[in-house]
């Protein structure tokens, strides 16, 4: 529980693995690529990717999330033109829908294929099915019991693999041909020792082409989940304190007015939205707790902690905590990041919504970026609030979302 100790924790790689060793064997076909990867294998492999998340390098998608944001909202238009300026319905699915369309530009330079949304919903099954954070362990054999749901299992990620396998095989083609993407995007960073192995043996081959297809699987799903999630809950907070939702909408429109086309450099001038959503990560953080299985027999807070020990870091307690945060931690109130997250957090190192240390979420800068522009789009567009049918129950299986959805009434502005 304690801030220093849990920073100690998740800096420390070396002596603290990740914990998918203790999953079970469906979570176990959803967590693959870098997430599972440790010690210099992971360092070279982030090392790698790294320069993809660099803000110089996002700034230029801004236009394309802005036209994922576009789409949605011009359907949410015509669905209110329906209902005579105004419409109730379950905004959770379409979130889905949207930060999928954005992840597929990021990582495949395209816009939202069949062949993708299939994939995406394929993957959202998987992952319901593991429910990796309340089933982490199973009998031992399990994973060979013909049942329903491992067959089911399996079937999906014959599928998966196939699909991504066929993206890559396809890009490989183009590549042969001379074709080459004008934008690198993830996928030709994942291929890129195919790219350079032209003699490469088949196993060798089968190895990368595994790794490239386990990288699409983790970043695709967590990517499309962990950005719905924070949008959900963010128009659900918004809808019981519409007194935030317009001191957002007044900054949106100063800062934005009637302009066609948002920068980056706009984004950046959206206090009140930062302040928002630093508060929704704090309040609902995608991942409820961090696990690590120790390594090695080491000394923690005072304490030996024996080798294959799981230690657990409860993100979600750490960020609601009365002494860190005051009386209100349980409470949603944005003015606490007036001045900054070190002011927020009195210096402590509580505030952990993409995690810590070396291991920090590589994409949280795109998140942050996909979010506050759908966001400022959604306050020009839409006045919101709950629907009488909205039911509060946060549910976590991989993610932390809501269980019953988020009915919400938009009403066009």
Request: net charge neutral; hydrophobic share 40%.
């Amino acid at each position: 529980m304690g801030p220093d100790v849990i920073r100690e924790v998740l800096t420390k790689y070396h002596t603290y693995h990740k914990s998918f060793k203790t999953s079970n064997e469906i979570a176990k076909m959803l967590a693959t690529g870098l997430v599972i990867k440790e010690g210099e294998e992971w360092a070279k492999a982030r090392m790698k990717l790294n320069p993809a998340f660099h803000l110089e390098k996002l700034k230029p998608m801004v236009p394309a999330i802005q036209v994922c944001s576009q789409n949605t909202l011009n359907e949410w238009k015509e669905m209110a033109s329906k209902g005579g300026g105004s419409c109730c319905f379950d905004v959770y699915p379409y979130l889905e829908v949207f930060t999928s369309s954005v992840l597929a530009r990021l990582m495949f330079d395209s816009t939202y294929t069949e062949q993708l949304k299939q994939t995406f919903l394929q993957l959202s099954e998987l992952a319901f099915m593991g429910k990796l954070a309340t089933n982490p362990l199973t009998l031992p054999g399990e994973k060979y019991f013909p049942t329903k749901k491992n067959r089911r299992a399996k079937e999906i990620d014959k599928y998966v693999r196939a699909s991504f396998t066929s993206m890559i095989n396809q890009r490989l083609e183009k590549r042969k041909a001379g074709v080459e993407h004008a934008n690198q995007d993830l996928l030709d960073l994942f291929m890129q020792e195919l790219y350079d192995g032209e003699n490469l043996n088949d196993g060798d081959r089968q190895r990368i082409i595994d790794d490239i297809i386990g990288q699409c699987k983790i970043f695709f799903y967590a990517g499309y989940e962990t950005n719905s999630n924070l949008l959900t809950w963010t128009m659900v907070m918004l809808s019981a304190h519409q007194d935030w939702q317009a001191r957002a909408r007044e900054e949106a429109v100063q800062v934005l007015g009637n302009k066609k086309e948002i920068t980056y450099e706009d984004l950046g001038k959206l206090k009140i939205a930062t302040m928002i959503l630093n508060e929704m990560l704090r309040l609902f953080p995608s991942s409820m707790e961090l696990s690590r299985l120790v390594k090695e027999e080491t000394i923690l807070g005072g304490y030996t902690i024996p080798k294959d020990t799981l230690v657990t870091c409860p993100i979600i307690i750490l960020q609601r905590s009365t002494e860190i945060w005051g009386k209100d931690a349980g409470e949603f109130n944005p003015e606490r990041f007036a001045e900054g997250i070190m002011k927020a957090t009195k210096g402590e190192n509580a505030y952990m919504p993409f995690g810590w240390g070396p291991r920090i979420c590589i994409a949280q800068n795109f998140a942050l970026l996909e979010s506050k522009t759908f966001f400022a789009m959604l306050l020009l567009n839409f006045s919101f609030e709950l629907s009488p049918t909205y039911v509060h129950a946060p549910f976590v299986d991989f993610t932390l979302h809501p269980q019953y959805g988020a009915p919400i009434v938009l009403k066009k502005l």
